[in-house]
């Protein structure tokens, strides 16, 4: 191109532009490069029209020009540089500073650089070219045109950084072009005396490009705001964002190696609306900028750009809240996800129900004063709708009594509604056995409800006894006897079984149904057999060790040797009901239970574990291992008030366990019995919260929509059913595992009359072959000898003695189960003849204890009054008999017959399990005896004044030693019997709830008498 034809175009290109142009074009002329210029002092000065040859010689060649502007007004000028062959060129400007203002590099060989539209004032400015390599043949040209007066509303560059921001106002528009590549474009807002209001700033697409936004700080040293969609020729936008408040640099970019010198940019700042307490104001991203929000008041805002954070901080006044509920409205298109925060930003909650379009709560309870924050979180964005965020007290006060029963009443309702004709319920895992069980416990709790549920009740009972197991299906001491002798349902074994007999003793506590006794003390073997203890029989995998981090607890099967606290929490609870009920638990069941819940606990995080050792905290698994320390008799346990503390700072949210594995009406329903035991304003709180969750979103037909994991695994008949059960709390009942029920005692007024035999014993004394076995070396049978003599010889001179022995007369090869003798008939104490025939035992045969069982019966029969019979066995029975069924016969007979069973070094659980269960139908004592000062201390327990406590109906409760610990009963009418010489009877007493009754035995006139005190 010559350089007339180059100048007709500059004419045409500058038309209309003014003097300026006009000025270049008679000015410009051709001038050559003068070296060295190769550094700032050794510039050559150029013009604007000029133009200028040079060489990018030698390497690294950089040559310096001057420019000199001396027009006052602000004008905009294009400087070119012409490609040379073999050279990849670059351009800088830079100020009378030597600042640096934009640089140009295409980055290609050959290749041309321009300044386009590069805005300057009166001054002096510098324009660098330079080059890696050489060419010394071929020549640069470098020229500079002015291209007319800056105007109003366009870009002004360089505008690349901080420091020469663009000055703006609200409600303006601004043209620009990113270019060269990598532009970035600052803008200062200039608010002046505008008020605070909410702005939105838009930024129009660009052909090619993908373009962003970003606010910062006046010192540009903090980015407040980031937006940038990921699109190419998509517009960008910031919205609310906050003006009159803060000073802003706004920042458009493209920041890839591309430009559009072609296609012009435009945003917008506009002002829309001023700004009140209920709106959102950008930037809210940290606890700097965080905006200030009202306690109780509503206030809007949107999560835009795309994982925006808003931040909101509240104070709460002296004294604190008792509960805090943080609501987030949902959000189309977005997950929006919330934290809360201390004074210092520590976080202390965060909450997400993890699906688009949901809407998020967080509640703490007992919360102290002081300054909170709350987050805003979201995936995805929507500028175009708000969200709602309420920070604040509940909206509603506590459910009324009346919402309460009404609520109840429609979840029974729907129990009812549900059953089929055949008992269980309608629906999946309508026959579980649990599942219905849940359903039972709800019904039979229902006194608050004027209804009467006895038919559904009934159906319901019926088809948990259809899926009882009883032991007399099985070959006694066999793996299937220990299984499943005693289960009751067929799905989740030992989960469903706990929840099926706490069903049952619940209806046995509230509807009187003794008939139930048998099989609720089947199921409750089943369950301390089970139990991961040294105590667990060969058959089912035991014994476990201490050592063992599962020694204690239970699991889905009755063989496993590991355990969880789910499975395990039901056990405690069903066994904790059963001894609640009257049936007596050993304590060595709870104080191993507690050891294995003690081992869930995560002493970091302060709250359980689904199992030891391992990881897996959740809300409704501290709640169970909380409760289950308090059933277990540890109602301070120091792991309980960390407990409570975690659920307090998690409590309930709707259709939510967080943190937890997805079962919140579980979380529930124990985190209400949690509190209802500890009482105070713990339960104060947590019930006014509860109740109202629940009246609140109850459905209209009654029961509660499933959500997380309860959607797999359960039916709404499980909602329906927990939920009815924390309601009934809420109206008052209490489950059996929960009733602070009576006690009753039996003193001796005088610590040396508590040894006074009963009036009338009859010894059975194992004289098997098994007897010859050693302990450190001494026979058995020689211990047992000694320590029998001993007994007798300490033994009240009026009470009345007999005694049988078997398998002494035949050896164990001729098999005779009928080996049983009455040595000594029952008749007034003959101490020299009792101990005669003691010391002439020579073990030899087999083990017939149901024979001897029955034998005794008659040895006893036409004596009047309460009766002893001690059996003395190192071994079950050998001889195919049922001594177990033989037991219970008599004592259902009426006989007055109580049987105290030693198990004289028992090794083996199902031996024991035998001997205790011999006790256990009459009411009697199983005491271990493992050599002879156990064995000694054992028979001197047995041998003590005994009582026998009956209930309205006559039936006997339970019996027990004079002198010994309270005994706890469920509240009502019993007549006892102490077995005194002769009988003393208290007709009537009643035990009251949380109270103990006593009956001191006192010494008057030579006769014993009993006062009720």
């Not at 729907?414 to 629906?427: I, R, W």
């Not at 609140?696 to 959500?707: A, I, T, V």
């Given at each position: 191109?010559?350089?007339?034809?180059?100048?007709?175009?500059?004419?045409?290109?500058?038309?209309?532009?003014?003097?300026?142009?006009?000025?270049?074009?008679?000015?410009?002329?051709?001038?050559?490069?003068?070296?060295?210029?190769?550094?700032?002092?050794?510039?050559?000065?150029?013009?604007?029209?000029?133009?200028?040859?040079?060489?990018?010689?030698?390497?690294?060649?950089?040559?310096?020009?001057?420019?000199?502007?001396?027009?006052?007004?602000?004008?905009?000028?294009?400087?070119?540089?012409?490609?040379?062959?073999?050279?990849?060129?670059?351009?800088?400007?830079?100020?009378?500073?030597?600042?640096?203002?934009?640089?140009?590099?295409?980055?290609?060989?050959?290749?041309?650089?321009?300044?386009?539209?590069?805005?300057?004032?009166?001054?002096?400015?510098?324009?660098?070219?330079?080059?890696?390599?050489?060419?010394?043949?071929?020549?640069?040209?470098?020229?500079?045109?002015?291209?007319?007066?800056?105007?109003e509303g366009t870009e002004f560059e360089s505008n690349d950084s901080c420091q020469r921001p663009n000055l703006i106002q609200p409600d303006t528009t601004v043209k620009g072009y990113f270019y060269p590549d990598y532009d970035s474009d600052q803008y200062f807002i200039e608010t002046g005396g505008l008020g605070e209001s909410i702005g939105r700033f838009t930024l129009s697409g660009v052909p090619k490009l993908?373009?962003?936004?970003?606010?910062?700080?006046?010192?540009?040293?903090?980015?407040?705001?980031?937006?940038?969609?990921?699109?190419?020729?998509?517009?960008?936008?910031?919205?609310?964002?906050?003006?009159?408040?803060?000073?802003?640099?706004?920042?458009?970019?493209?920041?890839?190696?591309?430009?559009?010198?072609?296609?012009?940019?435009?945003f917008t700042l506009e002002t829309l609306k001023p700004w009140d307490d209920s709106m959102e104001f950008e930037p809210n991203h940290n606890v700097v900028y965080a905006n200030r929000i009202v306690l109780g008041k509503t206030v809007s805002g949107n999560i835009h750009p795309d994982r925006d954070a808003d931040w909101f901080?509240?104070?709460?006044?002296?004294?604190?809240?008792?509960?805090?509920?943080?609501?987030?409205?949902?959000?189309?298109?977005?997950?929006?996800?919330?934290?809360?925060?201390?004074?210092?930003?520590?976080?202390?909650?965060?909450?997400?129900?993890?699906?688009?379009?949901?809407?998020?709560?967080?509640?703490?309870?007992?919360?102290?004063?002081?300054?909170?924050?709350?987050?805003?979180?979201?995936?995805?964005?929507?500028?175009?709708?708000?969200?709602?965020?309420?920070?604040?007290?509940?909206?509603?006060?506590?459910?009324?009594?009346?919402?309460?029963?009404?609520?109840?009443?429609?979840?029974?309702?729907?129990?009812?509604?549900?059953?089929?004709?055949?008992?269980?319920?309608?629906?999946?895992?309508?026959?579980?056995?649990?599942?219905?069980?849940?359903?039972?416990?709800?019904?039979?709790?229902?006194?608050?409800?004027?209804?009467?549920?006895?038919?559904?009740?009934?159906?319901?009972?019926?088809?948990?006894?259809?899926?009882?197991?009883?032991?007399?299906?099985?070959?006694?001491?066999?793996?299937?006897?220990?299984?499943?002798?005693?289960?009751?349902?067929?799905?989740?074994?030992?989960?469903?079984?706990?929840?099926?007999?706490?069903?049952?003793?619940?209806?046995?506590?509230?509807?009187?149904?003794?008939?139930?006794?048998?099989?609720?003390?089947?199921?409750?073997?089943?369950?301390?057999?089970?139990?991961?203890?040294?105590?667990?029989?060969?058959?089912?995998?035991?014994?476990?060790?201490?050592?063992?981090?599962?020694?204690?607890?239970?699991?889905?099967?009755?063989?496993?040797?590991?355990?969880?606290?789910?499975?395990?929490?039901?056990?405690?609870?069903?066994?904790?009901?059963?001894?609640?009920?009257?049936?007596?638990?050993?304590?060595?069941?709870?104080?191993?239970?507690?050891?294995?819940?003690?081992?869930?606990?995560?002493?970091?995080?302060?709250?359980?574990?689904?199992?030891?050792?391992?990881?897996?905290?959740?809300?409704?698994?501290?709640?169970?291992?909380?409760?289950?320390?308090?059933?277990?008799?540890?109602?301070?346990?120091?792991?309980?008030?960390?407990?409570?503390?975690?659920?307090?700072?998690?409590?309930?949210?709707?259709?939510?366990?967080?943190?937890?594995?997805?079962?919140?009406?579980?979380?529930?329903?124990?985190?209400?019995?949690?509190?209802?035991?500890?009482?105070?304003?713990?339960?104060?709180?947590?019930?006014?919260?509860?109740?109202?969750?629940?009246?609140?979103?109850?459905?209209?037909?009654?029961?509660?929509?499933?959500?997380?994991?309860?959607?797999?695994?359960?039916?709404?008949?499980?909602?329906?059913?927990?939920?009815?059960?924390?309601?009934?709390?809420?109206?008052?009942?209490?489950?059996?595992?929960?009733?602070?029920?009576?006690?009753?005692?039996?003193?001796?007024?005088?610590?040396?009359?508590?040894?006074?035999?009963?009036?009338?014993?009859?010894?059975?004394?194992?004289?098997?072959?098994?007897?010859?076995?050693?302990?450190?070396?001494?026979?058995?049978?020689?211990?047992?000898?000694?320590?029998?003599?001993?007994?007798?010889?300490?033994?009240?001179?009026?009470?009345?003695?007999?005694?049988?022995?078997?398998?002494?007369?035949?050896?164990?090869?001729?098999?005779?189960?009928?080996?049983?003798?009455?040595?000594?008939?029952?008749?007034?104490?003959?101490?020299?003849?009792?101990?005669?025939?003691?010391?002439?035992?020579?073990?030899?045969?087999?083990?017939?204890?149901?024979?001897?069982?029955?034998?005794?019966?008659?040895?006893?029969?036409?004596?009047?009054?309460?009766?002893?019979?001690?059996?003395?066995?190192?071994?079950?029975?050998?001889?195919?008999?049922?001594?177990?069924?033989?037991?219970?016969?008599?004592?259902?007979?009426?006989?007055?017959?109580?049987?105290?069973?030693?198990?004289?070094?028992?090794?083996?659980?199902?031996?024991?399990?035998?001997?205790?269960?011999?006790?256990?139908?009459?009411?009697?004592?199983?005491?271990?005896?493992?050599?002879?000062?156990?064995?000694?201390?054992?028979?001197?327990?047995?041998?003590?004044?005994?009582?026998?406590?009956?209930?309205?109906?006559?039936?006997?409760?339970?019996?027990?030693?004079?002198?010994?610990?309270?005994?706890?009963?469920?509240?009502?009418?019993?007549?006892?019997?102490?077995?005194?010489?002769?009988?003393?009877?208290?007709?009537?007493?009643?035990?009251?709830?949380?109270?103990?009754?006593?009956?001191?035995?006192?010494?008057?006139?030579?006769?014993?008498?009993?006062?009720?005190?």
């Amino acid at each position: 191109m010559n350089y007339t034809v180059r100048n007709i175009r500059r004419i045409i290109s500058c038309f209309g532009s003014g003097l300026i142009c006009m000025f270049w074009l008679f000015s410009a002329k051709a001038v050559q490069e003068s070296e060295p210029n190769n550094a700032i002092g050794e510039a050559n000065e150029i013009q604007l029209g000029d133009s200028v040859q040079g060489l990018f010689s030698p390497a690294h060649d950089g040559d310096w020009y001057k420019l000199t502007s001396t027009v006052a007004e602000k004008h905009l000028i294009n400087v070119h540089l012409t490609a040379v062959p073999g050279i990849d060129s670059r351009m800088e400007i830079r100020d009378a500073d030597n600042q640096i203002l934009c640089k140009y590099d295409v980055h290609k060989s050959a290749e041309p650089e321009t300044a386009l539209r590069f805005g300057i004032e009166s001054g002096v400015y510098y324009i660098i070219v330079s080059a890696r390599d050489f060419n010394e043949n071929d020549r640069y040209t470098l020229s500079i045109e002015s291209i007319g007066h800056w105007q109003e509303g366009t870009e002004f560059e360089s505008n690349d950084s901080c420091q020469r921001p663009n000055l703006i106002q609200p409600d303006t528009t601004v043209k620009g072009y990113f270019y060269p590549d990598y532009d970035s474009d600052q803008y200062f807002i200039e608010t002046g005396g505008l008020g605070e209001s909410i702005g939105r700033f838009t930024l129009s697409g660009v052909p090619k490009l993908n373009t962003w936004i970003e606010v910062y700080s006046p010192d540009c040293k903090e980015k407040l705001i980031h937006c940038d969609s990921g699109r190419v020729g998509e517009p960008e936008q910031v919205i609310n964002l906050g003006l009159g408040r803060y000073e802003y640099i706004l920042s458009v970019a493209c920041p890839a190696r591309e430009n559009n010198p072609d296609a012009m940019y435009e945003f917008t700042l506009e002002t829309l609306k001023p700004w009140d307490d209920s709106m959102e104001f950008e930037p809210n991203h940290n606890v700097v900028y965080a905006n200030r929000i009202v306690l109780g008041k509503t206030v809007s805002g949107n999560i835009h750009p795309d994982r925006d954070a808003d931040w909101f901080v509240f104070s709460i006044p002296k004294p604190g809240l008792d509960i805090l509920v943080i609501t987030v409205s949902a959000l189309p298109k977005v997950n929006i996800w919330i934290e809360l925060m201390d004074a210092q930003g520590a976080v202390l909650k965060r909450g997400d129900i993890r699906r688009d379009g949901e809407s998020e709560e967080m509640i703490r309870m007992k919360v102290g004063p002081g300054d909170y924050f709350v987050a805003v979180h979201g995936y995805g964005e929507n500028p175009d709708e708000s969200y709602t965020l309420r920070v604040g007290e509940p909206i509603r006060g506590p459910a009324s009594q009346e919402e309460v029963r009404k609520a109840l009443r429609n979840a029974l309702n729907y129990l009812v509604t549900a059953q089929t004709e055949d008992g269980f319920l309608s629906g999946e895992y309508g026959q579980n056995a649990g599942m219905v069980s849940l359903a039972l416990m709800a019904l039979v709790g229902a006194e608050c409800v004027e209804e009467n549920y006895d038919p559904a009740v009934s159906k319901l009972k019926n088809f948990i006894l259809s899926q009882y197991h009883s032991p007399a299906q099985y070959q006694p001491e066999t793996v299937d006897w220990m299984f499943y002798g005693g289960m009751i349902g067929n799905q989740d074994l030992m989960y469903s079984h706990a929840i099926s007999t706490l069903a049952l003793t619940e209806i046995l506590v509230e509807t009187g149904d003794y008939s139930l006794e048998p099989i609720i003390d089947n199921a409750l073997q089943l369950i301390l057999r089970t139990q991961n203890t040294s105590h667990k029989p060969e058959l089912l995998n035991g014994p476990i060790p201490e050592s063992s981090s599962t020694f204690g607890g239970w699991r889905y099967q009755p063989d496993t040797k590991d355990g969880d606290l789910s499975v395990s929490g039901w056990q405690i609870l069903a066994v904790k009901a059963c001894e609640n009920a009257g049936f007596p638990v050993p304590e060595w069941s709870k104080q191993c239970a507690a050891r294995f819940v003690r081992n869930c606990y995560n002493d970091k995080k302060g709250a359980f574990n689904y199992q030891p050792g391992k990881d897996g905290i959740g809300c409704g698994r501290t709640a169970i291992g909380a409760l289950s320390l308090q059933i277990c008799g540890f109602p301070d346990d120091p792991l309980i008030q960390p407990s409570i503390d975690f659920m307090f700072d998690n409590p309930p949210v709707w259709e939510v366990e967080q943190p937890g594995p997805g079962w919140p009406f579980y979380y529930w329903y124990y985190g209400t019995r949690v509190m209802m035991n500890r009482g105070g304003e713990e339960l104060r709180i947590w019930k006014s919260w509860m109740c109202r969750l629940l009246v609140d979103n109850q459905s209209l037909d009654g029961s509660w929509d499933l959500s997380q994991e309860e959607h797999r695994r359960t039916s709404r008949c499980y909602t329906a059913s927990l939920g009815a059960l924390m309601l009934e709390l809420c109206c008052g009942h209490i489950p059996i595992y929960m009733r602070e029920t009576g006690s009753l005692q039996v003193i001796m007024e005088g610590e040396e009359q508590v040894t006074d035999a009963p009036r009338t014993i009859e010894l059975i004394l194992d004289a098997s072959g098994s007897m010859w076995g050693q302990i450190n070396g001494i026979p058995k049978i020689a211990i047992a000898k000694e320590v029998l003599t001993s007994i007798i010889g300490d033994l009240p001179d009026d009470v009345h003695v007999g005694l049988r022995i078997y398998g002494h007369q035949h050896h164990r090869d001729k098999r005779n189960c009928t080996d049983s003798q009455l040595v000594v008939p029952v008749g007034l104490v003959n101490k020299p003849l009792l101990m005669d025939k003691i010391n002439g035992i020579n073990p030899r045969g087999m083990t017939p204890i149901a024979y001897s069982l029955e034998q005794a019966a008659h040895d006893l029969s036409g004596i009047e009054g309460g009766k002893v019979i001690i059996l003395v066995s190192d071994g079950k029975e050998s001889c195919e008999g049922d001594p177990v069924s033989v037991a219970k016969k008599l004592a259902d007979e009426g006989l007055d017959m109580t049987f105290h069973v030693v198990g004289f070094d028992i090794a083996d659980e199902t031996t024991r399990e035998q001997l205790k269960m011999i006790a256990r139908v009459s009411n009697g004592r199983y005491l271990d005896a493992s050599d002879a000062d156990e064995l000694k201390s054992a028979l001197k327990e047995v041998v003590r004044m005994t009582y026998t406590v009956y209930d309205e109906k006559g039936k006997s409760v339970y019996s027990d030693i004079v002198g010994t610990n309270p005994h706890r009963l469920k509240t009502g009418r019993y007549r006892v019997v102490i077995q005194a010489n002769p009988p003393i009877e208290v007709p009537e007493l009643t035990v009251e709830e949380n109270l103990e009754t006593e009956i001191v035995l006192i010494q008057s006139n030579g006769k014993l008498e009993a006062i009720l005190k």
